[in-house]
């Protein structure tokens, strides 16, 4: 196990590819069911469970050395933060959730969808220097473990890392209200905005109506590592 840094009675762990089931578990128990688009599509765990959706997002994270995992004492997943990496030029670098968006049905592909359309382009937003980017695919956090700063020291948690590594920004897709302010306050920019009330399907109704009455759009935003 390798160990970055604890806290409290949590270790902040290296992810690894064993860690795949125990990832893949706690994202279709906790990131389905709290995710504000999700709740508002209704997800269910076969949608998320999709081969391309959010399994595909955890084996491409996994295959980079940057993703971590949270753990309590019981050795139990509190918080996952997945980090893909994306390179300028890569045919598969500029869209990545339109990987196999046909395959998903419901739910999978209304999200799918929408990922699609924030990531589109992604390349002529960041500085022309940047040609190698950290995409931060998911982070997520077990609610009874929020509001104790869990989120922000993942994301503050390995720069330098990243950094060493060749990477000169970070890119994500931020989707729910609280991760929203936790980037912006971090000194993310924001390179797209989608209000919800402006992505509607074919009978002009509004997919996204978000349960927590607080997230009303989506953006798209950048850190640079330069």
């Known amino acids: ?45 076969e949608e998320g469970m999709i ?4 399994p595909y997002m955890v084996r491409k ?14 050795d139990e997943i509190v918080a996952v933060y997945l980090m893909s990496v994306t390179e300028r030029g890569n045919s598969h670098s500029n869209s990545d959730a339109e ?16 990922l699609d359309h924030m990531e ?3 390349w ?9 980017l950290a995409k931060l695919e998911i982070i997520s956090v077990r609610g009874d473990q929020t509001r104790k700063g869990i989120a922000n020291k993942l994301i503050n948690l390995d720069l330098e890392n990243l950094r060493n590594m060749g990477c000169q920004g970070i890119i994500t897709v931020a989707s729910a209200f609280n ?3 936790l980037f912006l306050k971090n000194e993310y ?6 209000k919800h009330e402006d992505w509607r399907d074919e009978n002009d109704q509004q997919i996204f109506v978000c349960p927590d009455n607080k997230t009303n759009r989506a953006i798209l935003v950048y850190k640079d590592l330069l």
């Open 124 to 132: 002529e937003l960041v500085p022309k220097s940047a040609v190698k």
């Open 61 to 74: 994270s996994l295959a980079h050395p940057f993703s971590i995992i949270v753990l309590n004492g019981k």
């Open 120 to 122: 589109d382009g992604y």
């Open 179 to 181: 991760s929203q302010n």
């Open 1 to 45: 196990m390798n160990i970055i840094m604890s806290q409290d009675d949590l270790a902040f762990v290296r992810a690894e590819e064993q860690d795949y089931d125990r990832i893949l578990r706690f994202l279709m128990d906790h990131f389905r069911v709290n995710e504000p688009i999700s709740e508002a599509v209704k997800l269910t765990e």
């Open 51 to 54: 081969d391309c959706f959010i």
């Open 99 to 114: 990987e196999s968006t046909t395959e998903m049905t419901g739910g999978a592909a209304k999200i799918g969808k929408f």
């Open 189 to 194: 920019k924001i390179l797209k905005e989608v």
